[in-house]
């Protein structure tokens, strides 16, 4: 079984870059997929990106449907078995609990990833 952990949130200020780390540990085979979210209470999981494990391919949904394509990078560090999510030029409405999820599949539906990590608050504050 994987467990994922998160880091790099915090308070950050408009305008600002974020880089959030996902570090994976436990049984991480080749086949997986990491994939990102954030969440605003009230409000569904949004997907923002994936990486598959094997190979660093990325995938970022639908252009039309992700609002921070034009923001957002996904990269992994073979060595360190962790995943980061880069978020540029960030906006109040950034303001999220980010998480990062295994998967196996490149999908943006929340329901192709079974092991999530705790999450990770960004608040995005002048």
């Known amino acids: 079984q994987v467990e994922l952990r998160e880091s790099g949130g915090g308070l950050v200020q408009p305008g600002d870059s974020l880089q959030l780390s996902c570090a994976a540990s436990g049984q991480v085979y080749n086949d997986i997929t990491v994939g990102w979210f954030r969440q605003v209470a009230g409000k569904e999981r949004e997907f923002l990106g994936v990486i598959r494990w094997r190979d660093n391919y990325t995938y970022y949904g639908d252009p039309y449907g992700n609002s921070v394509k034009d923001r957002v990078s996904i990269s992994r560090d073979n060595a360190k078995n962790t995943a980061y999510l880069k978020l540029n030029s960030l906006k109040l409405e950034d303001t999220a609990v980010y998480y990062c999820?295994?998967?196996?599949?490149?999908?943006?539906?929340?329901?192709?990833?079974?092991?999530w990590g705790q999450g990770t608050q960004v608040t995005v504050s002048s």
């Open positions: 999820a295994v998967g196996v599949d490149i999908t943006s539906s929340v329901l192709g990833y079974r092991t």
